[in-house]
């Protein structure tokens, strides 16, 4: 049996957060959709900040669990 696809705003989100915890820019944003792209870029700014308090590599896989 096929798993259900996650709901497009959480998906958004998660793929906003490692953009942003890479150091991908944020005009990267693949949506056009308003709620969508704002999930994205509420992702990223997560990520980035994250990435600034220093929870990249190793030390962030516990953040990216949680999304």
């Known amino acids: 049996m096929r798993r259900q696809k996650r709901d497009m705003a959480e998906r958004a989100f998660s793929k906003g957060y490692q953009a942003g915890s890479t150091g991908r820019?944020?005009?990267?944003?693949?949506?056009d959709n308003g709620a969508v792209r704002q999930q994205w870029l509420t992702g990223w700014r997560e990520g980035r900040t994250d990435q600034w308090d220093g929870y990249t590599g190793v030390s962030g896989i516990h953040k990216m669990e949680m999304h």
Not at 25 to 31: A, D, L, M, Q
């Open 25 to 31: 820019h944020k005009e990267t944003c693949p949506h």
